[in-house]
């Protein structure tokens, strides 16, 4: 080879190289940034709406609603029964990935809790905004949105503080991840983790099926043959029995814990769900007028969550996102059949939702200006509602 082609072939292998370790540097950087901004902005929020703020106070100044259960799971355990106390309120309800995480790693640590849970959640929401950037369709604007929205926007005080949100997103935006390059060992292995997050999890292995009956048909492959051909895939079938795996786990944990291992189930009653039609529900929250002024009240904020949520569940279908349209339908509806309570925190913490939402609000450059101000605006203000017992958040 002459010198003038070792050149040319230095330089051919210098070109990707020097094109893909801006870019690499570039999507660590964006949610680095919005780490830093939405700490500051929550910052200024707590210090506004306490009194007596202190910079050591903060962590635990975000300490709210379930917060609180999860914190004593992961310094004391999961309740006996009966409970300290005679508490009817068992934390059972709460699943636990999360604390049983942070519970491990403050062992190790011996860090104070919430420091350490906040840390820990800010690093989860920080990796699910890096693994969501193949299925942001790699574009800036839309990966800079999700970012934002994680780190430093409206919801991002449940991504960033003691609560299920940051491991459940995480995990969920793992599975899609998988499920896109077909991989259904992974997507089954972190599936199996999202069940032991939250209950809906179980869930992810319905919308697995249903990705890959879209696959099938897609394939061409008659109906009668999508049962012979899933028996003949192994790696397919391990992941769809791993995928709820999580949740059987804890079951028989609570069964040898307290006797009960639909605990979780049966533990609801303390907080007096009353359960019902949901569309009954919707509407009712709906017809929820304020007595005063045009500030929509607690319940019609929940109904508008909710409805945006399916608006972009249908835009899913309509795009022929399967897997992610699946779960999120039976992820929102399956709460809504005990009342609209936290079905904001249900609609923000879908992962395919706000991807999608995303993708949409990126899809122009005056939109995502103002939407990235309007993030960026409304941390500061939900973050008061937050810290101020807004029941629209819970």
Aim: hydrophobic share 60%; charged share 10%; with cysteine.
């Amino acid at each position: 080879m002459s010198v003038l082609e070792t050149d040319a072939a230095v330089a051919a292998l210098r070109r990707p190289f020097g094109l893909r370790l801006p870019l690499a540097v570039t999507i660590a950087l964006i949610p680095a940034a919005f780490v830093v901004a939405g700490l500051v902005i929550r910052y200024f929020a707590y210090a506004a709406a306490v009194p007596d703020e202190t910079l050591a106070g903060f962590p635990m100044g975000l300490c709210r609603w379930d917060c609180g259960w999860y914190v004593y799971i992961a310094e004391h355990g999961y309740h006996p029964f009966p409970t300290p106390g005679m508490n009817a309120a068992g934390n059972w309800a709460f699943f636990p990935l999360m604390p049983v995480f942070v519970g491990a790693v403050r062992w190790l640590t011996q860090w104070p809790t919430m420091t350490l849970a906040t840390g820990l959640s800010i690093a989860m929401s920080y990796a699910t905004a890096v693994l969501a950037w193949p299925l942001l369709g790699r574009n800036l604007r839309a990966y800079t949105l999700f970012s934002a929205y994680l780190l430093a926007g409206p919801w991002s005080v449940y991504f960033t503080t003691f609560m299920s949100e940051a491991a459940f997103i995480l995990l969920t935006t793992g599975v899609l991840l998988a499920l896109e390059r077909r991989n259904y060992l992974v997507a089954g292995l972190v599936a199996g983790l999202l069940s032991a997050t939250r209950i809906v999890g179980v869930m992810m292995a319905v919308a697995m099926l249903v990705q890959l009956f879209a696959e099938h048909r897609a394939a061409g492959r008659p109906l009668r043959r999508f049962v012979p051909d899933l028996l003949r895939r192994p790696d397919v079938v391990l992941g769809l029995l791993l995928a709820p795996l999580g949740a059987f786990v804890y079951m028989a944990f609570l069964n040898w814990w307290i006797g009960d291992g639909l605990a979780f189930v049966h533990v609801q009653r303390a907080w007096a769900r009353a359960y019902g039609n949901p569309l009954q529900f919707l509407w009712e929250a709906l017809a929820s007028m304020p007595k005063g002024g045009w500030t929509p009240t607690a319940p019609q904020q929940l109904a508008a969550a909710v409805i945006t949520g399916f608006v972009l569940i249908g835009v899913l279908f309509w795009r022929r996102k399967w897997a992610g349209g699946t779960f999120s339908l039976i992820a929102l509806t399956i709460p809504l059949f005990a009342g609209m309570a936290s079905t904001l925190r249900f609609t923000a913490a879908l992962a395919p939702l706000a991807i999608e939402g995303a993708k949409i609000l990126g899809a122009n450059r005056i939109v995502f200006a103002a939407a990235l101000l309007g993030f960026l605006a409304a941390d500061y203000f939900v973050t008061i509602g937050w810290i101020s017992g807004a029941l629209s958040l819970v």
